[in-house]
């Protein structure tokens, strides 16, 4: 006999469908015999099928037809009812067994009283208790009940009374957490405990496989609550169906198997946070995997938390500086927004939002780098490049690589964004990378396929929008009423073959405030960071953008277009007039002037003083070639000579005139400085190039 049938007359039961109404069921069947076609053919409308079952069968029979018909399993109604005969036949007793595990055996009179508590909670008699012996309770009794079970044992309440005192200190003593206090909390929650039988719903695992598990029993288990298996592992619904519940398991399934217990928590998923998570390495659910030790944690946060309201937010200001010149001048980034990182794999993606994190360096911005699916040893790199840096110390990384199970890489950035939470409410401002979605997508993907979700298009899940949606608008700039903080999110994405119109990459790109798109062909050609200036936007950093910045920045977008442009018209002409040399000079001169390499930031005065400079034309008369050294010379310059410039930017924020007319002057001056020297390392370098001419002459003899 097939589950399902089984399954049926179980219900039939549990309806309380007696035979006789069956009998008379199964009478009309035979009598009309076209009924049973039309409910066995799929060819026939549901609405069909309901309409003739509620004219003409019996109103308590009703449900169960119309189950089957909705479900295309009237075929199995003979089966059903000689499976529903066969149960009768038991003892009624027989499906209504509790079971009682137990260290010294219950004598009569405990019998009685738990036969007495067991009728007075479900109100049935009769119920069969069969005494199973287990040591591992260390002493008293422990019930089970259909999905339900009692614990009266000692390692059970040991348990319980470990969780109240979680509950108390953490919970219910509010902000008290003082020693004293915590030790007086503790003595008198110990005083009052009160030994109570606990209980709760435990189901089984009917399947499990590749991260999932199915389980039967806990029904009352809702979306996001954690749940314990036998084997110590926890899970977390996933999805509840008609029979049974979906888990995702947050640790290896090698241990669980058909039949292991699932005990319900009744608390969302979730990660605990703190302070002390900064400088350190964690897994998705907070643990840490640095080696370093336990974390001092001062509060839990759920993984998945309403975005703040329009109401709680204030509009984005405040800058976040990149350092990087090509962005925080063309595509600024305020405190706050969404700015994705797009491209093609190895176009330095990741580099951006490390720069990104290693300028924040003083600037009291908390830095989270959410790791999905990436391999360890890049993650294990990239820790290493924010200490030698002295970064990690405001940074904390929240790792799942590649070997991590999918739902671990699925729940990684939720962790991630609570804990920028714990923080932001705080009032503090946040930097979060998401490193990368495109994995995070694939990793949901995995789940929600063995979960058996329909596939849409390019395979993912109908939801997985809201999945990206739902993370990013929890970045926000809270109004000072709500905490005042702030979540800037800077997520990545990674197309193929540059092609931004899949699904996931439109999907983020509808979602966030604008995109740095990355383009390899830049990138080979040296061109780093490979910023593709036509495809770039952002659309609210400019609201952030300090005066002298906007000022400063106002033309660079226009010229690079109209090089660009130009470049391609002129690729194959000789023969140019003035103006457009001229175009194409300052053109080239701005291109060279955007390469920057990595951990190489530069401040918000500088990149002001540059960009002054190349709009005076001060870059075009130098060789594109030299460009990089003399643009690395003349930082140099302000910043040991002329500090009192970059001061007065920085503290002014503003660009008078007197200050463009100041700096222009004193690149002016390092030039004549520069002409001088270099005249030197002119005689310097023709030098060299005799004495390696020389020893090429003596070369060739030699060989002769
Ligand atoms: P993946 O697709 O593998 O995640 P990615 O797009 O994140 O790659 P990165 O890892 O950031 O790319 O960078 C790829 C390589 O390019 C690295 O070796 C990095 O050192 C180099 N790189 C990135 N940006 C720059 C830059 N501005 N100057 C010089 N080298 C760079
Ligand atoms: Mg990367």
């Known amino acids: 006999m097939t589950q399902k049938v089984t399954e049926y007359a179980l219900f039939l039961d549990k309806c309380g469908i007696t035979k006789e109404l069956l009998q008379q069921t199964s009478g009309i069947l035979d009598a009309v015999s076209e009924i049973r076609l039309e409910f066995e053919s799929p060819a026939v409308s549901i609405e069909k099928k309901h309409i003739v079952i509620d004219r003409v069968f019996p109103e308590k029979i009703r449900n169960f037809l119309k189950l089957l018909t909705d479900n295309g399993d009237f075929a199995l109604y003979d089966d059903i009812l000689a499976a529903f005969d066969e149960n009768s036949q038991k003892p009624k007793e027989a499906g209504k067994r509790a079971v009682l595990s137990y260290v010294e055996k219950p004598t009569e009179d405990q019998l009685a009283r738990i036969r007495d508590f067991l009728e007075k909670e479900f109100h049935v008699s009769g119920i069969e208790i069969i005494l199973r012996e287990n040591p591992d309770l260390k002493s008293g009794f422990q019930l089970k009940y259909g999905a339900r079970e009692y614990d009266w044992s000692e390692s059970g309440r040991l348990a319980q009374l470990k969780e109240r005192l979680v509950k108390t200190v953490f919970q219910e003593s509010g902000k008290d957490f003082s020693e004293e206090g915590i030790i007086s909390i503790l003595q008198s929650s110990v005083e009052d405990f009160e030994l109570e039988a606990q209980d709760r719903e435990v189901g089984v695992v009917t399947w499990v496989g590749d991260g999932i598990a199915n389980v039967d029993g806990i029904d009352h288990a809702g979306y996001g609550e954690v749940v314990i298996f036998d084997c110590g592992i926890n899970g977390m619904v996933q999805d509840v169906r008609r029979n049974e519940i979906g888990v995702i398991l947050f640790g290896s399934d090698t241990e669980l198997h058909e039949g292991s217990r699932v005990v319900r928590t009744g608390r969302m998923a979730g990660i605990p946070v703190g302070k002390d998570f900064l400088g350190r390495v964690v897994n998705a659910l907070g643990d840490p995997i640095d080696g370093k030790g336990e974390i001092e944690t001062e509060g839990f946060r759920s993984m998945e938390f309403p975005a703040?309201?329009?109401?709680?937010?204030?509009?984005?200001?405040?800058?976040?500086?990149?350092?990087?010149?090509?962005?925080?001048?063309?595509?600024?980034?305020?405190?706050?927004?969404?700015?994705?990182?797009?491209?093609?794999?190895?176009?330095?993606?990741?580099?951006?939002?490390?720069?990104?994190?290693?300028?924040?360096?003083?600037?009291?911005?908390?830095?989270?780098?959410?790791?999905?699916?990436?391999?360890?040893?890049?993650?294990?790199?990239?820790?290493?490049?924010?200490?030698?840096?002295?970064?990690?110390?405001?940074?904390?990384?929240?790792?799942?690589?590649?070997?991590?199970?999918?739902?671990?890489?699925?729940?990684?950035?939720?962790?991630?964004?609570?804990?920028?939470?714990?923080?932001?409410?705080?009032?503090?401002?946040?930097?979060?990378?998401?490193?990368?979605?495109?994995?995070?997508?694939?990793?949901?993907?995995?789940?929600?396929?063995?979960?058996?979700?329909?596939?849409?298009?390019?395979?993912?899940?109908?939801?997985?929008?809201?999945?990206?949606?739902?993370?990013?608008?929890?970045?926000?700039?809270?109004?000072?009423?709500?905490?005042?903080?702030?979540?800037?999110?800077?997520?990545?994405?990674?197309?193929?073959?540059?092609?931004?119109?899949?699904?996931?990459?439109?999907?983020?790109?509808?979602?966030?405030?604008?995109?740095?798109?990355?383009?390899?062909?830049?990138?080979?050609?040296?061109?780093?960071?490979?910023?593709?200036?036509?495809?770039?936007?952002?659309?609210?950093?400019?609201?952030?953008?300090?005066?002298?910045?906007?000022?400063?920045?106002?033309?660079?977008?226009?010229?690079?277009?109209?090089?660009?442009?130009?470049?391609?018209?002129?690729?194959?002409?000789?023969?140019?007039?003035?103006?457009?040399?001229?175009?194409?000079?300052?053109?080239?001169?701005l291109m060279e002037l955007l390469k920057q390499p990595l951990g190489a930031s530069l401040s918000m005065p500088e990149q002001v003083v540059l960009l002054v400079c190349v709009g005076g034309g001060i870059f075009d008369q130098i060789p594109v070639e030299k460009i990089g050294d003399y643009k690395n010379a003349l930082i140099t310059y302000y910043r040991d000579s002329r500090n009192d410039i970059l001061k007065e930017i920085e503290n002014g924020g503003v660009l008078t005139d007197e200050i463009k007319s100041e700096i222009l002057l004193a690149a002016g001056e390092f030039a004549k400085e520069a002409d001088d020297t270099g005249s030197e390392d002119g005689t310097l370098e023709q030098q060299e190039e005799t004495k390696e001419a020389d020893a090429d002459a003596i070369e060739q003899q030699a060989s002769e």
């Open 308 to 589: 703040p309201s329009i109401v709680d937010r204030k509009s984005v200001s405040v800058p976040m500086e990149t350092g990087i010149l090509a962005i925080d001048s063309m595509f600024p980034i305020g405190r706050g927004q969404r700015e994705l990182i797009i491209g093609d794999r190895q176009t330095g993606k990741t580099s951006i939002a490390l720069d990104a994190i290693l300028n924040q360096k003083g600037k009291d911005v908390i830095c989270i780098y959410a790791a999905i699916g990436q391999k360890a040893s890049t993650v294990a790199q990239l820790v290493n490049t924010l200490k030698k840096h002295d970064a990690l110390s405001y940074t904390t990384v929240v790792c799942s690589t590649a070997s991590d199970p999918s739902p671990l890489q699925y729940v990684a950035p939720y962790s991630a964004t609570a804990l920028a939470e714990y923080f932001m409410y705080r009032g503090k401002d946040v930097l979060i990378v998401y490193d990368d979605l495109s994995k995070h997508a694939v990793a949901y993907r995995a789940i929600s396929l063995l979960l058996e979700r329909s596939p849409g298009r390019e395979a993912y899940p109908g939801d997985v929008f809201y999945l990206h949606s739902r993370l990013l608008e929890r970045s926000a700039r809270l109004s000072p009423e709500a905490g005042g903080g702030s979540i800037t999110a800077l997520p990545i994405i990674e197309t193929q073959a540059g092609d931004v119109s899949a699904y996931i990459p439109t999907n983020v790109i509808s979602i966030t405030d604008g995109q740095i798109y990355l383009e390899s062909e830049l990138f080979n050609a040296g061109q780093r960071p490979a910023v593709n200036v036509g495809l770039s936007v952002s659309r609210v950093g400019g609201a952030a953008q300090s005066k002298a910045m906007k000022k400063a920045a106002g033309s660079v977008r226009i010229d690079l277009a109209q090089y660009r442009e130009m470049e391609v018209f002129t690729q194959f002409s000789s023969d140019l007039d003035e103006g457009t040399k001229k175009q194409l000079a300052h053109g080239k001169a």
